[in-house]
Structures are given as structure tokens and as C-alpha cells.
């Protein structure tokens, strides 16, 4: 995969779109990526005739185009567009500007410019993965099995050997707590998941250990404070009948099969698949 050589903007000095919005925006983007950004001002006659060919080519071209637009070149020499302002309004542009660097397409962007494996879910297994015991169901040892993973973020959960969950952790460092209880909720019910139950906790890098600080500064964008969010939730049952009952990962590394769904069954039941894999 070939890394990026270089970001481009094409602005002008009077549009409130480009300057200051958008040249901080991909002065953001070039320091994150480690590389250096270029400025084609189309008021200036050389840096006009490149940037009118630069959008042609590559971006939203009409005779009289929008502005900015902000292209990715290449190692290789290939070109992508990345962004063009709104015309709706400063403020739209700018709200999509954030949207851009918290998507999983951003993330992944960075992931590949700093090569190696700059994953969320190497540095919790590395770095915020723990063993301890496991709560109400027995006392064997718990370890961290990773649910969903994306660029910018790990779902996981603390499980004994018989899938048993304790806890239910997400970390990110754009970590969101509706988002986390919808994720829940959708799997066990908004009666069973309640908002109370759930916690959030900031890591900074310092705390982590100098390694730990080094990485986590590596894989995030400049641009982003060396931290990040981790959530929890854990089942707290709130009457005698709940007490019998245990929330379980769906998942049977013997035979290959789970889908890494919650479900709820009986404390004393051994099932480590959920009713539907059952059938399958």
C-alpha cells in the first residue's frame, strides 16, 4: 500500500471556507499524516493553472468549481480527492470537517501511513487487558475476548471459560456512551441495560507505562490528546429471580462457531452458544 506523499489544498484567500476553516483543517491533516501540505491559490496565476488541472482531474470540476477542495498524492503518484467545502454554510463545512477525522476511513488512513499494527485491539490486548476472577458464576480466571473491533475502537468482554461475562468494556478514544448503551441494549434488552450501570473511565498515556505512552502517542493523530475512553457495563441483577440468571458470549473456540453475541440463560446451564448458532 502506498503511503501519502503529500496533502493538497485548493483555496482562495477571500472565501471564509478556505482560509482560515479549511487550511487549518488540512494543516491538521498534513501533521497527522507526517507530511508536508501544499497550497494552490487559484488568485495566483501559476498555482491557478495547477489547481484548475488538479480538480479537473481528480476532483469536482465545473468552470466556476467549489472551494476548497483537498486531494491525498501518493508515493506512487496517484491522486485522490478527499474534500470539497459546502456551499451551505461555513459552519457545515466545518461540521464535516470533524466528521471526516472521526471516521473509520480517517482511521485507517493513519493506520496504513504509520504501518505496522497500529490497531485499537493490539494495544488493549497488550496494554489494558488484565486477568482476574470471575464474578457470581465461579471463581476460575477471566481474560479479555475482543467482540467488534474497528479502526478507532474495541468492544470486548471479561469471560471465564465458560463464556460467563463479568464485564463488558469499549475503548476508543472517541468513545460513545449512547452509542455503547444502543449496542446493549439491542442484544439484551433496555430493561436489562440500564444507564446506571454503566461507567466511564479516561486513560491517559502517562499512566499507562512509557511503552504503552509511546504507542498510544504513535496511533493516535497529532491532533488528538493522548488518551482515551474506556466504558463499562456490568450486569447487576436486582432481584432474587435475576441472581439465577448470567449473561453469556456467544462463542466455541472447539468447534469453531459463535457469533460473539450477549445472551442470557440460566447460572447454572453450561450452553456457550446463543439459541440461534445452536441451530446452525
Request: hydrophobic content about 35%; some cysteine.
Amino acid at each position: 500500500m502506498s503511503r501519502v506523499r503529500e496533502v493538497i489544498i485548493v483555496l482562495s484567500q477571500w472565501c471564509p471556507h478556505c482560509v482560515p476553516l479549511s487550511l487549518e483543517k488540512s494543516k491538521r491533516m498534513a501533521e497527522d499524516l507526517g507530511v508536508p501540505l501544499g497550497v494552490l491559490d487559484i488568485d495566483i496565476e501559476d498555482q491557478c493553472k495547477k489547481a484548475d488541472s488538479l480538480v479537473e482531474k481528480y476532483g469536482d470540476f465545473v468552470e466556476d468549481y467549489l472551494i476548497p477542495q483537498v486531494f491525498l498524492e501518493y508515493e506512487d503518484g496517484s491522486i485522490t480527492h478527499i474534500f470539497t467545502g459546502y456551499s451551505e454554510g461555513v459552519a457545515v463545512t466545518e461540521g464535516q470537517w470533524e466528521n471526516l477525522f472521526a471516521s473509520c476511513a480517517y482511521w485507517r488512513l493513519l493506520t496504513e501511513q504509520k504501518g505496522g499494527d497500529n490497531s485499537f485491539a493490539s494495544f488493549i490486548s497488550k496494554h489494558l487487558s488484565f486477568h482476574g476472577k470471575c464474578r457470581r458464576h465461579c471463581d476460575r480466571e477471566t481474560s479479555f475476548t475482543t467482540i467488534l473491533r474497528k479502526e478507532d475502537m474495541v468492544v470486548g468482554a471479561y469471560t471465564c471459560p465458560d463464556n460467563f461475562v463479568s464485564t463488558v468494556i469499549y475503548a476508543s478514544p472517541t468513545a460513545d456512551r449512547r452509542w455503547f448503551t444502543r449496542f446493549l441494549q439491542d442484544q439484551l434488552g433496555a430493561d436489562l441495560v440500564r444507564e446506571r450501570d454503566i461507567r466511564v473511565a479516561t486513560r491517559h498515556s502517562w499512566e499507562l507505562g512509557e511503552k504503552a505512552s509511546s504507542e498510544l502517542n504513535h496511533l493516535l493523530p497529532i491532533s488528538v490528546a493522548p488518551m482515551l475512553k474506556e466504558i463499562y457495563w456490568t450486569f447487576y441483577p436486582q432481584s432474587a429471580e435475576a441472581k439465577t440468571r448470567c449473561i453469556t458470549l456467544c462463542r466455541d473456540p472447539m468447534m469453531g462457531k459463535g457469533c460473539k453475541h450477549l445472551f442470557m440463560q440460566d447460572i447454572t446451564e453450561k450452553e456457550q452458544l446463543c439459541p440461534s448458532c445452536r441451530e446452525t
